[in-house]
């Protein structure tokens, strides 16, 4: 049986945030890769959860738009090598929810 390569691998595991230093839980739904305090993220994959990337700087979010479909994404900068890049703004999550206040001070695009 052989499956086709994913383009997004799950990976959901605790980490320690690099910006705040909080101890991030995993995700109850979905793979966790960023801080729900501070909503820092790190450039450590090319496509969500590969791992693949080798730049591993920080991804500052910078601001945030509403998407029709997936509620609110956030938009990242990564503070070594300059991608930008999104990910989903988890709202709901059983363990622990990303912060809304924090999302709030980021600048809104649409
Ligand atoms: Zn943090
Ligand atoms: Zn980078």
Redesign the pocket.
């Known amino acids: 049986m052989s499956l086709n390569t994913p383009r997004f691998t799950k990976r959901n595991e605790s980490f320690v ?6 101890e ?1 839980p995993q995700s109850s739904s979905t793979c966790r890769d960023h ?6 993220s790190l450039h450590v994959d090319e496509n969500p959860g590969d791992r693949l990337a080798e730049c591993g700087g920080i991804l500052k979010p910078i601001g945030y738009e509403s998407h029709p479909k997936k509620n609110y994404m956030i938009l990242y900068v990564c503070e070594k090598c300059g991608e930008k890049r999104t990910t989903r703004f988890l709202e709901i999550d059983k363990i622990m929810p990303d912060s809304f206040d924090n999302l709030l001070k980021l600048t809104p695009k649409f």
């Open positions: 945030c690099k910006n705040c230093g909080f991030v801080c729900p305090k501070c909503l820092y």
